[in-house]
């Protein structure tokens, strides 16, 4: 790797010696291990919820026996769609079929399936919480946008009719069911109504991209782009260079956190974004230019051992698997892109490093992930979240982030050579 350091100090910046030492093969083998034992946890049946019988359809579900997922893997929610994502950019990535099968399995298991569920379903629960309930219920872009960009993947891999037709409910859902503010930002009824979340421009953007995209129809990309500068606006926090997790409109004023995942989903819907942007969008060089912003303020923030925390501005808060991973992912594919300098390639590598260090056991799984976090208007509340191994909210992110360090690494090789 003496090659690679090289051209590191000639572009003006060094790099950790471990850096120096981490291979691309050695990279490449992290991520196949996180992303096999995704496929080797993923089942695609139901279970007994009293007495734990399995069942392989639903058809095989007695009509008295309330039934769930077998395995979380299965389950239909936001970052389902994320981890497909994932999994498909991991497949063109490697050129490997078997992760781009998991996510054509997730999804089909889904439209196989949640019929069965909505027939049944008695409203005694919240729709969230019932096998496949987010699939016909649009409430919150949860319920759809990050789904429905994972459908739009696989929907260009396997053009089944349901597919399509889910595609065309959500972007109804979003852009014209959502609830908005006079100038079009899209907020949710909770916690007080008409709430800015800053993890809905991941649970919004990535699917408008996209659906630009398949359509050609450029109301999505300008919807994406209005809703960027808008979330930037409202969230941005211009002395400590971090977004609030949160906007309340009745007050008008912020959250009490910076919470790190949120400021994650921000990068995340940015880097989609501008992977589907067309290059003469007149507005395309703000994205660019908020995107380097949010970047760079980041950079101060990550800590001594190359990780950034579950509250961003809070160090005695914890080192958060998730968040970091999505730093990363950002810096470098920004990188990669054109987007961002190289100077802050060293950010990005010191951070994959620590992250392989610190949160990637030798078997895959990911330690630390922050769980699924609402809004709350104390701080104690994020400091005590739990973490947990191999939350669906973090692992499509370490995936994405070291094909990304990858590309970067060969890009920075292919410089100097």
Not at 77 to 87: C, D, W
Not at 160 to 179: F, G, M, N, S, V
Not at 312 to 321: F, G, L, M, V
Not at 363 to 389: H, S
Request: glycine letters at 6%; hydrophobic letters at 35%; proline letters at 3%.
């Amino acid at each position: 790797m003496a090659a690679f350091a090289a051209v590191l100090f000639a572009t003006g910046f060094t790099v950790p010696a471990q850096s120096q030492q981490s291979s691309t093969a050695e990279d490449e083998q992290v991520i196949r291990k996180v992303a096999d034992y995704i496929l080797k946890e993923a089942t695609f049946q139901f279970v007994d919820e009293e007495n734990g019988k399995l069942y392989a359809t639903t058809g095989d579900i007695p009509k008295n026996r309330e039934a769930k997922f077998s395995s979380k893997y299965g389950e239909w929610h936001y970052t389902n769609g994320v981890v497909n994502m994932a999994m498909l950019h991991l497949a063109d990535f490697l050129n490997e079929k078997k992760y781009a099968d998991y996510a054509k399995k997730h999804v089909a298991f889904g439209f196989d399936n949640y019929k069965f569920f909505q027939k049944r379903f008695k409203g005694d629960r919240k729709h969230h919480q019932y096998p496949f309930g987010q699939l016909w219920t649009m409430q919150e872009l949860d319920d759809c946008g990050a789904m429905g960009a994972s459908v739009i993947e696989v929907y260009k891999r396997e053009k089944r009719k349901e597919y399509k037709e889910y595609i065309d409910l959500t972007a109804r859902h979003i852009t014209e069911r959502q609830d908005r503010l006079q100038d079009k930002t899209l907020v949710r009824k909770f916690p007080q109504e008409m709430t800015l979340w800053a993890d809905d421009l991941y649970m919004s953007v990535p699917f408008l991209a996209r659906m630009g995209n398949l359509t050609g129809d450029r109301k999505y990309f300008d919807d994406a782009v209005h809703q960027i500068l808008s979330f930037d606006k409202y969230l941005w926090h211009p002395d400590k260079g971090i977004y609030y997790h949160c906007y309340y409109s009745d007050n008008q004023k912020n959250g009490v956190a910076h919470w790190g995942r949120s400021n994650g989903w921000i990068i995340l819907a940015q880097t989609h974004l501008l992977s589907y942007l067309p290059k003469d969008h007149p507005k395309r060089q703000d994205v660019i230019n908020n995107l380097q912003k949010q970047l760079i303020n980041l950079s101060r923030y990550q800590d001594e051992k190359g990780l950034w925390h579950q509250l961003i501005d809070k160090p005695d808060s914890y080192a958060e698997t998730s968040f970091s991973a999505m730093v990363v992912q950002g810096i470098a594919k920004a990188i990669n892109e054109g987007w961002l300098d190289k100077r802050y390639a060293s950010v990005a590598l010191t951070g994959w490093d620590a992250l392989k260090k610190e949160m990637i056991e030798a078997d895959g799984q990911v330690k630390d992930i922050c769980v699924g976090t609402g809004i709350r208007n104390d701080l104690v509340f994020y400091y005590t979240r739990p973490a947990r191994p191999n939350e669906k909210h973090g692992v499509g992110s370490v995936i994405d982030a070291g094909v990304e360090v990858i590309k970067l690494k060969k890009m920075l090789e292919e410089k100097k050579s």
